[in-house]
């Protein structure tokens, strides 16, 4: 299993460059895209899945169940 925080970091980062459709430059746009590819990987490779949909609901499985034993502890 992947460490909690670096998961919470993939997801948070990940999503925040989904969220951000901004219109900068076409070298900005480019570079954003390709960390969105690599962080789509490296979540798939971090929850063994192979789509990005199924990596980001696994990520927040494990994160959710780290939290239940954290709390448990």
């Given at each position: 299993?992947p ?17 951000d ?11 954003r ?12 490779v ?17 994160l ?7 709390s448990?502890?």
């Open positions: 299993m460490h909690p925080a670096m998961l919470r970091g993939l997801v948070e980062e990940y999503e925040a460059l989904m969220a459709r901004g219109d900068g430059p076409a070298a900005d746009r480019r570079r895209q390709v960390r969105v590819q690599d962080l789509a990987y490296t979540l798939c971090s929850t063994g899945t192979r789509e990005v949909g199924q990596a980001l609901e696994r990520a927040r499985q494990l959710a169940a780290a939290r239940e034993s954290a448990v502890a």
